[in-house]
């Protein structure tokens, strides 16, 4: 989306922000109603099945927007129709297995992975036809949404449950007791560090592809393959995340779901940390390579053992629900939190704005590996020094280095009061065969 936003419609990034906070928005309310719909009314088959098919038809409108307004308000329509799907997959996935009698924690990852094969194949399709920037990527998504959701109504059904009594309190019909999970401190402090959770994962998703991407401001990067095929090499990350995977059962009977998700965090700290010293080539090039293999671990260890985790420990009345409360939290507050304090920190303490000539080389210099003064301006912001020394369109210059090693800050951060915190004696039955 970016590349399409700046790249081929030329707007400025005032409202970019907020359109890539739609996922978060849509994230905050639409899981939860979806999840409560697909407990209590409508199959989730169909459900997921509708969503997707409206996604679609929304994904080739979207690149025909006139303004960077309309295309908000279209991308925010979108993520309320294709967020939930993600929650309800997972729903749908974990009935059709329980119905055939097989073990939801040792037989979900190895169908799950199938998603990141997917989320792969798709990268490599974008960024090898040409559509990386242009609007033949949403119309390959439109295409392939609207498949599957005809392709869902082949599903096995997934009704409602129906296990609540019709005289029940209305709260409880509507599905609304799943938020009696926050009354637990363990469920409770587990949402609130999935909520964080989600914030880092924004953080590589905004500003992963970007980073690799602005080494083109640099002549000796600008022809590398880091730079010209960035999205393949950040596709490394979603590889891991297929071995990762498949190691979940292994790593959640191990060990529990306590040290699985410190694992994930300590894996963020590694994403982070080696971005921050990572250049497209020699050593540096493998440090990214790095960050990239231990995406995997950070991703598949709270995402999918998240969702696990709930599935496992929550009534069988409000799965559904739970699942979506979970959405709620990671790809909703959490990504909202991650995209807009972010931004923030990026901009007010990691962004340099230069308007005189002798300041940017002055700051340059105090840079390793960076171009010369005359270099950067000519080949990366197409600057001119005016006679008096000043420039003829300001220079931002992001101090990459210290936003990825803020954000591995905040991960350990997080990882030390989890540990505190967090109290859950691993008990290995409980995630014992789950067929009920």
Not at 186 to 195: I, P, R
Not at 283 to 300: K, P, Q, R, W
Not at 318 to 326: H, K, N, P, T, V
Request: aromatic share 16%; with cysteine; glycine share 8%.
């Amino acid at each position: 989306m970016a590349n399409f936003w700046f790249g081929t419609k030329h707007w400025d990034g005032t409202q970019f922000g907020a359109v890539f906070g739609t996922m978060g928005i849509a994230s905050i309310f639409m899981p939860t109603i979806t999840g409560i719909i697909a407990d209590r009314w409508v199959n989730a088959e169909r459900i997921f099945s509708v969503l997707h098919i409206l996604y679609g038809a929304i994904l080739f409108v979207l690149p025909h927007s006139a303004d960077p307004n309309s295309f908000f308000w279209l991308m925010l329509l979108a993520m309320c129709f294709y967020m939930p799907t993600i929650a309800l997959a997972n729903s749908i996935s974990y009935t059709i297995l329980k119905n055939s009698n097989l073990d939801v924690v040792r037989d979900f990852p190895p169908i799950r992975v199938w998603g990141t094969i997917g989320f792969i194949v798709a990268m490599w399709i974008t960024n090898l036809t040409g559509n990386k920037a242009t609007e033949g990527q949403f119309y390959i998504g439109g295409a392939i949404a609207i498949f599957l959701g005809i392709y869902a109504l082949t599903l096995p059904k997934c009704p409602p449950q129906k296990l609540i009594d019709k005289n029940a309190p209305l709260s409880e019909q509507l599905g609304l007791n799943a938020f009696k999970l926050f009354g637990s401190y363990k469920m409770a402090l587990f949402f609130l560090f999935s909520m964080l959770l989600g914030a880092a994962l924004q953080l590589t998703n905004a500003y992963g592809d970007v980073f690799l991407s602005e080494f083109s401001h640099f002549p000796k990067y600008a022809d590398s393959f880091v730079v010209q095929r960035s999205t393949i090499i950040m596709s490394i990350s979603q590889v891991s995340e297929t071995l990762f995977i498949l190691a979940i059962p292994f790593f959640l009977r191990k060990f529990g779901i306590k040290k699985v998700m410190l694992m994930s965090m300590l894996a963020w700290v590694l994403r982070f940390g080696f971005f921050a010293y990572g250049v497209p080539d020699g050593f540096g090039l493998s440090l990214i390579i790095f960050s990239c293999i231990v995406y995997g671990m950070a991703f598949d260890f709270f995402n999918i053992s998240g969702s696990l985790f709930v599935e496992t420990t929550t009534d069988k009345k409000i799965r559904s629900s739970a699942q979506g409360l979970f959405m709620m939290m990671t790809n909703g507050f959490g990504a909202l939190f991650g995209s807009y304090i972010a931004g923030w920190a990026i901009d007010k303490f990691f962004t340099h704005k230069f308007t005189n000539a002798s300041d940017l080389s002055a700051y340059l210099d105090t840079t390793a590996d960076n171009p010369t003064f005359l270099e950067i301006l000519k080949n990366s912001f197409n600057s001119a020094v005016n006679a008096d020394g000043t420039l003829s369109s300001a220079v931002m210059v992001k101090d990459w280095q210290n936003i990825w090693l803020s954000f591995a800050i905040y991960a350990l951060i997080l990882a030390i009061f989890f540990a505190v915190l967090f109290r859950h004696k691993h008990n290995p039955e409980e995630i014992s065969p789950v067929k009920h």
